[in-house]
């Protein structure tokens, strides 16, 4: 048995990292992923490929982590976050995992929907890939499924554009302005990391730097609705 766990694990990390060939030209960040939880699914579909994935009993808070140069991790409202996404346009579909049972089903993910009362989340999704660890031979998605786990891994473009789209749709509010600067702070080490990489000195401290301005970004204007946490420096 313990055998088997170890084989169906060691399947599902292949299964992730496996995950940024889907698109050859996406702007990936391996080192980040959100991770979306909910009670229940199901897939309705239009085609062999294309569908729509719809959870319900969604949590309302999702994580957001990354795993290098450390592991660090913080909830975000699962509202702000879609509602943010929603106001995205011309950003290509986010490679995600779904998980539940026996299944990894590699997607592309866009046009997220969600329900705030209801607990419900709807996403357009196009299959690149299903896996079931104990039938190989299955290639479909049952049309319904107990305690899904969306993972999402975001590009480069989209992590800016989600901030962005966060401090428009702050405008107005208290917290608009010191998003404003998180924001411009993100930049500013992300350049600092990129001038790092080209030198080759103080790389891993200007990633910590980077990571951690992106942290202190998303716990305060995607994590805090209303607001004025901090986080503290490392």
């Known amino acids: 048995m313990k055998k088997l766990l170890i084989a169906l694990l060691l399947m599902m990390l292949t299964s992730l990292t496996a995950i940024s060939f889907a698109q050859e030209d996406a702007n990936l960040v391996p080192s980040e992923f959100y991770f979306q939880t909910a009670e229940t699914g199901s897939w309705s579909a239009i085609d062999t490929e294309n569908g729509t994935l719809s959870l319900s009993g969604v949590n309302p808070r999702l994580q957001y982590t990354m795993t290098t140069p450390r592991l660090w991790s913080v909830a975000l409202e699962n509202s702000s976050f879609i509602e943010t996404w929603s106001l995205i346009t011309g950003i290509a579909p986010l490679e995600a995992i779904l998980s539940f049972g026996t299944y990894n089903v590699r997607l592309l993910i866009e046009s997220p929907a969600f329900g705030e009362a209801e607990g419900s989340l709807s996403y357009t999704a196009q299959v690149v890939e299903v896996i079931n660890f104990v039938d190989e031979t299955t290639k479909e998605i049952p049309a319904s499924f107990e305690a899904p786990t969306l993972t999402i891994?975001?590009?480069?473009?989209?992590?800016?554009?989600?901030?962005?789209?966060a401090n428009n749709r702050l405008s107005g509010t208290r917290n608009a302005d010191m998003c404003v600067l998180l924001y411009q702070n993100v930049l500013?080490?992300?350049?600092?990391?990129?001038?790092?990489?080209?030198?080759?000195?103080?790389?891993e401290e200007a990633e910590r730097a980077m990571n951690y301005a992106k942290m202190a970004y998303m716990y305060a204007c995607l994590g805090q609705i209303g607001g004025t946490n901090r986080m503290q420096a490392p």
Not at 153 to 165: E, I, V
Not at 192 to 202: D, L
């Open 153 to 165: 891994q975001p590009t480069l473009d989209f992590t800016l554009a989600l901030m962005d789209g």
């Open 188 to 203: 500013t080490t992300e350049q600092r990391y990129a001038e790092a990489v080209q030198t080759g000195s103080n790389i």
